[in-house]
Structures are given as C-alpha cells and as structure tokens.
C-alpha cells in the first residue's frame, strides 16, 4: 500500500524538487534583503539631501557587554533596519474606529502575498545539470537538466502580469477599510494608477513578445545571449524606456507616488495602519520593486549574461555557472533598484491629474504605435537589433517633432458655475460685496472704487 | 527569430506545484503576521484615540462617502484595453512563430491592425467624450 502511494509520487521531476528549493531560497533572500535596501534608500536619500543618514544603531542590542566590545564602531548603522523592523513587532496593533475590521485585516495580507509570489517565473540561474537522489534504493528525484527558477512554465509573462495585477486589491481595501477620507482617496489614487500603467507596460512587453516569438522567461535571456544577439535594451530603447516608467508607476514609486503624497494625502491608503500590518504594506512595496527590476534585466538586460564571461552563457550546466549567473541577476537587479532610488530622490513628484494624463494621453498611444511598428517590422523580416534599433530611435523622433501639433487639453482650466457671482447669466450685471474684492475679481490690485464689476 | 522547437512544447501541469508552494508560504507569513500582532504588543483604546486621523481635525462624519464618476470610467476604460493586450499575446506569440513574411503572416498582420483599430476607434471615442482629462 505504502509502496504504491510511492510509486505514485515519486521519482519527484527535477524541475519540481530543483523550483521548491529555489522557491524558498529567493523568497528568504528577497526577504532578507528588503532590510539592507531600506537601509540604502536611507542613506541614498541622505547623500542627496547632504545628510549622513542612520549612522548610530549598530548591533549591541543595548547590552552593556556588547556596548563595551563595539565601542565606537557603529556598524555604519546597519542595525537601523533591524532595530525598525522589532520595533514594528513591538508596536500596537491599531484598528480605528468605524473600519471594516475584516477588511481591514485582509487589506495587508493580500498586497504582500502578490508582491512575494510574483517573481516565482523569474529565471535566475539558468540551467542546471543534476543528477538522481536515491534514498534506500528508491529514486527520489530523477536526472535531468533543469532551469534554477522557482517555476518553468511557458506562460511566464502571463503569470507575472496576472500576478502584479492582484497587487492593486491590497492598496484598495486598505484604503477603503480604514473609515479615513484620506485613506480612500489615496486607495482610490494607487488603483487609478496601477491599473492605468498596466496597459503600456504589458504593451511594451508585447514589443519583446513579437521578437521573441514566446512568453517563455527563460527563452526570452537566451535570445539576448549569443553570436548577433544583444540585449533587448539596445534593440528597443523606446519600450525599455516606457517599461521602466510602468514599473516605477506599479510600485507606487516617485515620481508616481501619489497614493502617498504627504503633503495632500497625510500618509495615503497606509495613514491607519500600525505595527506588523504597516510592516506588511511595505514589505510589498519593496517586494514589488525586486520582482518590477528583475523582470525588467530579465526582458531588456540580458538576465543572468555578462559580456565577455563564458560561465554566464545557456551552455553552462554547472553549479559553479548557475553561482555566478545568479550573482550577476541579482547584481544587476540591485543596480535597477539603486536606479528606482535616484529617480525617487532626485525628480519631484508629479501632480495626479498629470501621472494619469501621462499613462493616458501618451504612454499608451506610444505604445501601440510601438507595437504596430514592431509588427510590420517583423512581417518586412527587419528583425536584426540594428534595425529594430534604428525603429524605436526614428519613432522617439518623429513624437517629438509631432509633438507641439497634437491636441491637448488645457491645464487648469475654469469651469464655471452659470449664474454664480463669477460666471453672471448673459446680460446680468453682479453687484460685489465689500468683503473681500481681491477674493471676488481674482484680481491682484483691486479697484479702489467697488460696485459694478465686470466678470470674466 | 526564434528556432528553439521546445518554445511552443506544453508545459507540464506538475510545474505550477513551486508556485502552490510559495503561495502556502505567503498566505502563512501574511496571516501569521496579522494574526501574531495583535497579541504582541499594547491594546489600549479610548474615544478620542479610536478616531482616523485626519491631520489633527476631528474627523466630520464617515469616509463611505461617494466619490468622483471618473475613477469608475476609467476603470471601465481599463477594462477595454487590458483585455485588448490580453489578447495580443497569442497573436505575437505565434506571429513571430509562422513565416511572418509568408501569404499567412500578411492575414495574421492586416487581422491584427483590424483588431487594434477597434481600439483606436475607442480611444478617439473616449478622448472626444474627454475621460482622458482629468482635471
């Protein structure tokens, strides 16, 4: 009986068993690494502002012994995240009045359980050769060539937008649930936006789909590798380009943060939420911008691929190859993040209406036309880097020389309430009170003399 | 151009299990996460500390409140387009697989600019009614 059920399970395939334990080890050092880039958005941030930034906390835990060995020496602060993250455990578990308490629960769990199954179908160590496992003369995992991702499937990319579209039930509810005007206004804000930058980023995907001919991960970085082949980002400027600019949107990053923006919204969909459930939210924050950044080297940089190295090419089964691409992935994938955190700290946010009109009056225009073009260039067979490259560069060109003629909408614009003090019916003449005339004419230097005035 | 033939080879079901694995994962850290802070740590309550806070003013009535139609335009907007996207990715995904210069590719090209032009039809349709403003 116990032999038959087995039987029936194993030997386990070599994809399975190798995913699961690539699973589990990218999610602890995803996890693990959130700590180490708060601490660098921190010092980033500082060196910009010309500031040190967290210098002190070290790790003495406040025990005296301790204290006596690390005496002067700080650990450069590293032990800031560490002390923030226990003081988040430590902290009171907030719930306010009037909130949906279920909701406001859930809201937590389900922005971080998207953000850390996401980046499950990122390829990042190539293939691996491995052998059997046999244990007491049953095999328990059969030989094979496997790819070191947690999950090889064909509809990678699929799996991923689908994913990172989940992300956005997290921020609503938060922002719903809390009973907090500003809560709402800033869920409502981040829904707004993510979804609308949905559609350019999965159209520039579509850009790399077409030439690749698969929405298969690992397909995609071995098309990037090789005699003839470069990295996408030099084929496709212009979609890596729109690319980046969805991820910072998806990840709620400046310049795009408007869901967060303090000076309008106090602290946004996340204003009620304390302890372990803030914890949470951004934990998903920073979980999104490693998945965000290592889906972007793997579409346009290359992957786990090193110029000039032959232990970072497909044809490398080893260990020692699958430690060295993995080295290089998440190499670059900080570098991506450290290029998040610039834009953050250097361009300044931008206003709501204009993060919207951005997505809607050009990211997705430009897009489809990137597409459509991408398209014909395939059906012509113009499908060298060079080409497509010179494509991409004329497109950039052509919007920006049609650029002053396109119809736009005026910013700022009046909308008038007919019959009001300032927008009087035809033929009617409004007599102004003697209150406060700079208020009533919108006009810098009032007339000394008030009566009549003529509204605009 | 792609030569790989194992491109378009299925994908066996047994190698979505990792991502169950990972779910079960992150719905036990998530829950564990919610569920253990509200034992650790303080719960202290009192009338004026249970309000939301509003910047500092006492918050005036609840935030149930209805809000601005465009969110839910554009919303459906969103709806017409991803769907559109969606769709595309087989094409492209087999229009760079057949001979894309052949007879059969010209009929997988002038299909799929039909499609995208029912789009841009929308898009001029939602941008003359002005739900791409935002003001």
Redesign the interface.
């Known amino acids: 009986m116990l032999d038959a059920v087995l039987d029936r399970i194993f030997p386990l ?1 070599p ?2 068993f190798v ?2 334990i ?3 080890v990218a ?1 602890n050092a995803i996890v693990g690494t959130i700590p180490l880039l708060i601490y660098f958005e921190r010092k980033i941030s500082a060196y910009i502002q010309d500031r040190l930034g967290p210098n002190r906390v070290g790790f003495d835990l406040g025990l005296p012994i301790l204290q006596k060995l690390f005496r002067g020496f700080g650990f450069w602060g590293l032990g800031q995240s560490a002390a923030d993250g226990l003081k988040f ?5 907030f719930t ?4 949906d308490k279920f909701l406001f ?1 859930l809201a ?2 389900a922005a ?2 998207p953000a ?2 996401g980046w ?1 179908v990122i390829p990042w160590g190539g293939a691996l050769e491995v052998g059997s496992i046999v244990l007491g003369g049953r095999e328990l995992v059969a030989a094979g060539t496997v790819q070191v991702m ?6 990678g ?3 991923l937008l689908a994913i990172a579209a989940l992300g956005v039930y997290g921020v609503t509810l938060g922002g ?1 649930a ?8 800033g869920g ?1 804000r981040a ?2 936006g993510m ?2 930058y ?2 350019p980023m ?2 520039s995907i ?1 850009v790399i ?8 991960p690992t ?1 995609i970085v ?2 990037q590798i090789g005699d003839g082949a470069v990295w996408f980002i030099l084929a496709h400027p212009l979609a890596a380009l729109l690319m980046y600019t969805c991820i910072l949107a998806e990840c709620n990053r400046a310049p795009f943060d408007n869901a967060e923006a303090e000076q309008e919204l ?1 602290g946004g969909f996340h ?2 939420y304390s ?3 803030f ?2 939210f951004f934990l998903a924050e920073y979980t999104h911008m490693i998945a965000g950044s290592a889906f972007f080297v793997m579409l346009f940089l290359g992957g786990y691929h090193l110029p000039g190295v032959a232990l970072t090419t497909p044809e490398e089964t080893g260990l020692l190859a699958v430690l060295a691409k993995f080295v290089v992935f998440f190499t670059k994938v900080v570098l991506s993040i450290c290029f998040m955190m610039l834009v953050r700290w250097t361009i300044p946010r931008i206003r ?2 204009q993060v ?2 951005l997505a ?2 050009t990211l ?2 430009v897009s ?1 036309v990137l ?2 073009s991408t ?2 260039m ?4 113009r ?1 060298l880097w060079w080409q497509t490259a010179v494509m991409n560069l004329a497109l950039s060109l052509a919007l920006m020389v049609i650029w002053p003629y396109l119809p736009r ?1 005026d ?3 009046r909308v008038p309430l007919a019959g009001s003090r300032f927008s009087p019916l035809p033929g009617e003449a409004v007599r102004t009170g003697v209150s406060n005339p700079v208020a009533l004419t919108d006009n810098p230097m009032p007339d000394k003399n008030q009566g009549l005035v003529s509204v605009h | 151009m792609p030569t790989d033939p194992c491109i378009l080879a299925a994908t066996p079901l047994e190698n979505y299990f990792p991502v169950f694995v990972l779910l079960m994962m992150a719905i036990g850290f998530a829950f564990a996460n919610v569920v253990l802070t509200r034992f650790i740590g303080p719960m202290r309550s009192g009338r004026t500390k249970d309000e939301t806070y509003e910047s500092g003013m006492t918050p005036i009535g609840t935030a149930r409140k209805r809000f601005n139609v465009r969110f839910y335009i554009l919303a459906m907007t969103f709806l017409v387009f991803d769907v559109e996207v969606i769709f595309l990715y087989p094409w492209a995904t087999t229009f760079a697989n057949i001979d894309p210069s052949g007879e059969q590719g010209a009929v997988f090209l002038g299909r799929v600019l039909f499609f995208m032009a029912t789009t841009v039809i929308a898009y001029v349709y939602g941008y003359r009614k002005g739900i791409f403003r935002f003001d």
């Open positions: 395939s994809q399975v995913g699961i690539t699973g589990v999610l455990v430590l902290k009171e578990d306010p009045r009037g909130a629960s937590p769990a971080v359980v850390m199954i499950a947690a999950a090889n499937i064909n509809a990319f699929m799996y719903w809390s009973n907090n005007k500003f809560s709402f206004l409502l829904s707004a979804i609308s949905e559609i999965g159209l579509l789909v077409l030439m690749a001919g698969s929405v298969r397909s071995e098309q106090v204003t009620e302890a372990m459930r914890a949470l709501y209406d919207l009109k809607w009056q997705i225009p489809m597409v459509v398209s014909v395939v059906y012509l067979g499908t909408a910013v700022n614009r």
